[in-house]
């Protein structure tokens, strides 16, 4: 089946930049996702690109995507304690289908 | 509020009975989702609907029932609880291709 694949762990000094990618096998995905998750909470839509698009900015968050090699990266400016969460990245196959396909998820630690 | 939302937040139950698992929208979405999250797995789907009296199964369906009577109910049952089946569950809603949005959980322990 399709998969999608994460780092497990980043971490950051705060008011550094980070970066966290992921990459996916489904060539025929149409829209790629950033979820966070804070502890004991649900999964918050951060952001997502459609993958007709290489680049999606909004405030802090930069969305990169580069369709050839299936690698899609999130960066946070300016990291701050906040950001501190879990970030799933996620794939829509475009094969007529709704389900979504999640990475293991990036555990970022923010270190003040 | 308009949202999702999930009912109970915490269940202990033992292996054995049956529980059910709340999830209700207010958004009018067709689409609706159960997964399960684990350490080691990330998030599985269970069950999918598409509209009301539609279902499907997702990636780990065994053990688990569901219903959709209404668009926006779409309840999860487990008939007889096993331990492998504690884990925090998590549904989600979606008006077609529009984001999933999620609900805060349930974090469900089978003794």
């Known amino acids: 089946g399709e998969d999608v694949e994460q780092s497990l762990f980043l971490s950051v000094r705060e008011g550094d930049s980070s970066v966290i990618n992921c990459t996916y096998t489904?060539?025929?995905?149409?829209?790629l996702y950033w979820y966070k998750q804070e502890p004991g909470a649900g999964l918050q839509l951060l952001t997502y690109?459609?993958?007709?698009?290489d680049m999606k900015q909004d405030q802090r968050l930069t969305v990169l995507l580069n369709k050839k090699d299936k690698h899609l990266s999130l960066r946070i400016a300016d990291t701050q304690t906040g950001d501190s969460a879990i970030y799933f990245c996620?794939?829509?196959?475009?094969?007529?289908?709704?389900?979504?396909?999640f990475g293991k998820g990036t555990k970022l630690s923010v270190i003040p | 509020d308009a949202g999702i939302t999930q009912s109970p937040r915490y269940k202990i139950t033992e292996t054995g009975r049956q529980v059910t698992l709340m999830c209700h929208q207010t958004?009018?979405?067709?689409?609706m989702f159960w997964y399960r999250q684990d350490l080691g797995h990330g998030l599985r789907l269970i069950y999918y609907?598409?509209?009301?009296?539609?279902?499907d199964k997702g990636e780990v369906p065994d053990g688990y029932v569901v219903s959709r009577s209404k668009t926006e109910n779409f309840p999860l049952t487990l008939e007889s609880a096993t331990r492998s089946q504690t884990s925090v569950y998590f549904c989600?809603?979606?008006?077609?291709?529009?984001?999933?949005?999620f609900g805060d959980g349930t974090r469900l322990s089978i003794l």
């Open positions: 958004w009018s979405h067709s689409y």
């Open positions: 609907s598409a509209a009301a009296d539609i279902t």
């Open positions: 996620a794939e829509k196959s475009g094969a007529g289908s709704y389900q979504l396909t």
């Open positions: 489904d060539s025929s995905s149409t829209y």
């Open positions: 989600a809603s979606s008006g077609g291709d529009q984001p999933q949005h």
């Open positions: 690109i459609f993958s007709n698009m």
